[in-house]
């Protein structure tokens, strides 16, 4: 059986707080396996999806083990004012060796953040 990722990654965020992807396995070959998240900040303009070393704004600090099929979330990552726009998430299964079992596609539907400023708050005066 060939192992699948399915992910779906928060749909927004709000700088000053936190968004996160969740991945769902199946079909892994064995257990003890790797996986690794990866948020790309997707230029101003960008027509097609790009998920270069460029474009990395969240990367997992560690790899999370796997050990059967089931759904993995990432670590929260912190959003500020410097990744506000549209981010692309990529989960990839690898074995302890780094070969890779299983990638993400960078521009899934399923798998893009939208991050906003926060909303500004009126001014009072008295």
Known sequence: RVPSISTKAQSTAVAGGTVRDVATLN??????ARLLFE??????????PD???DTVVYRSTAASIVEGDGEIPSENFAVTSAH???VYWVATVATAAGDVLSRGECGDPAEITIIRSPPRLPLVSG
């Not at 079909?27 to 003890?32: I, Q, S, T, V, Y």
């Open 84 to 86: 506000i726009g549209i």
């Open 27 to 32: 079909g892994l070959p064995r257990a003890g």
């Open 51 to 53: 998920c270069t070393d």
């Open 39 to 48: 948020g790309h900040l997707q230029p101003v303009g960008a027509t097609t």
